[in-house]
């Protein structure tokens, strides 16, 4: 089988194609995308010591910020309703941002402005893995402090709600629902066509992309704006991971404190951000004049049915979802190119840190490819942007991407001991050049993971675009 025939076989042949015109991403590490792919491959970290509220005393201090960030510079977003101040409605702000990016390199116009010539703004939609926006940590802890009643250990209810009604700002309330991103969004690109949003945890904005995919294949959309956003830098979010035990701790370096696959590691490294892409319809990006990065030629979604709070330990759903999306896209994962090489050249770990998920990921990966694993390079950019919770997926679809366009892999960062139960080709600390001899790229296919919390496991397959 030759690589130029991936994607082409019966299960294929006269379906819908579907390609990416264009993406915007908010990281811990920028956001202008060259910028930051430069320092992806560079092996730059973005994690250092909490400094949006007093985390001092936390036995997690640290995580990846994204810092200096001003909506304003990416569009007329002054008028926003119900978004003050820069930490109200963070969550909405990181997705416009990489939203407006998104449809500025697709050719699809600025926020606000009227629709591109040739666009139905009714067969336009938004798919989003959006998280809960940021509490009112302050007034909610006075609220609860003022009802409080030690004598009966419990809160006066009347007491709180006189209290949240003095205390709680109304527009900060409304931005802790998930679904203000997509609205936001619809509203500022005059996206009409289908709305949606969900909270799969790690795996939503992964699974936004690949359920995006299929609204446009089953022709109720030509174009759809898709993929996630998030914060959980803050007290609330950052006190249930540390009490589900599942982030580092290791405060002595929090710089190196994120070590997929490493015997080391003891835990994830949060971050927060957002990536959007827009996906088209071939046939209607090509007659508009867009410029298509990648085809997503397979997507695959599936259910642990195990435990709320473990992986299933053989990784099957992760091994179901991998395989999905490998069959989608017409490609055998025992299979090997015309050139030698497995017809997979690149994975984007879900690759956390955990003990549990590396490990298992990298069993399903085995259980996936057998002999081809190992000679499939297999790395996670969370060694230096920290997890994005449900922005991850589609940021790390993004690096995809890159890989594909530049020929270059970013590395696993902080992977100095290998651990026995993880013996793959994680790109240990250095990015790895697959260009040929005259400087293209050898990365012509990539498959991205997401696999969240409470057993949900999606994985995107895309291409490089071939007319």
């Known amino acids: 089988m030759s690589n130029a025939s991936v994607g082409a076989d019966a299960r294929t042949r006269g379906r819908r194609r579907i390609v990416m015109t264009g993406m915007g991403w908010v990281t811990p590490l920028g956001g202008d995308v060259d910028t930051v792919w430069e320092r992806l491959v560079a092996g730059a970290s973005a994690i250092g010591l909490i400094t949006r509220f007093q985390a001092e005393t936390f036995p997690t201090n640290f995580g ?141 904005s992964t699974q936004s992309v690949g359920e995006a995919v299929e609204i446009i294949r089953r022709d109720d959309a030509d174009i759809m704006i898709a993929g996630g956003s998030h914060t959980m830098l803050h007290p609330f979010g950052m006190t249930g991971f540390i009490r589900l035990t599942a982030m580092s701790k290791r405060r002595d370096a929090p710089a190196t404190a994120a070590r997929p696959f490493d015997q080391t590691r003891d835990g994830f490294v949060m971050g927060e951000g957002a990536g959007v892409v827009i996906l088209e319809e071939l046939s209607h990006a090509l007659a508009r004049g867009a410029k298509p990065l990648v085809e997503v030629v397979g997507y695959g979604s599936s259910a642990d049915a195990y435990r709320i709070t473990d992986i299933q330990p053989e990784g099957l759903g992760a091994i179901a979802a991998m395989r999905s999306a490998l069959a989608q896209a017409g490609i055998d994962p025992a299979a090997v190119g015309e050139d030698g090489r497995p017809l997979v050249h690149y994975i984007s770990a879900h690759g956390t840190g955990t003990k549990e998920n590396d490990a298992i990921e990298t069993k399903a990966v085995r259980g996936v490819f057998g002999d081809n694993a190992s000679r499939v390079p297999f790395s996670s950019v969370k060694s230096m942007l920290g997890h994005l919770i449900q922005a991850a997926g589609a940021v790390e679809l993004m690096t995809c991407v890159q890989a594909i366009r530049t020929g270059f892999l970013p590395p696993t960062m902080n992977l100095h001991n290998p651990d026995p139960a993880c013996d793959l080709d994680y790109v240990p600390n250095r990015a790895r050049d697959m260009r040929d001899a005259n400087g293209a790229s050898r990365v012509h296919v990539a498959m991205s993971n997401g696999f969240g919390f409470g057993g949900q496991n999606d994985t995107l397959v895309i291409r490089r675009f071939d007319a």
Not at 141 to 147: F, S, V
Request: glycine share 10%; with cysteine.
């Open 64 to 204: 990846a910020e994204v810092k200096q960030f001003d909506l304003n510079e990416h569009g007329p977003f002054a008028e926003l309703a119900g978004l003050p101040d820069e930490t109200t409605g963070r969550s909405a702000r990181f997705a416009l941002a990489a939203a407006a990016r998104a449809m500025q390199q697709a050719g699809l116009g600025a926020p606000g402005a009227a629709p591109t010539a040739g666009i139905d703004p009714e067969r336009m939609g938004v798919y989003l893995g959006a998280g809960e926006g940021t509490p009112d940590f302050d007034a909610c802890t006075a609220t609860c402090l003022e009802a409080w009643s030690g004598e009966h250990r419990t809160l006066d209810m009347h007491v709180w709600a006189q209290q949240a009604y003095a205390r709680m700002e109304q527009t900060k309330e409304l931005e802790q629902e998930p679904y203000l991103p997509v609205t936001q969004i619809a509203r500022h690109f005059g996206a009409r066509g289908p709305s949606f949003n969900c909270m799969t945890a790690c795996a939503a």
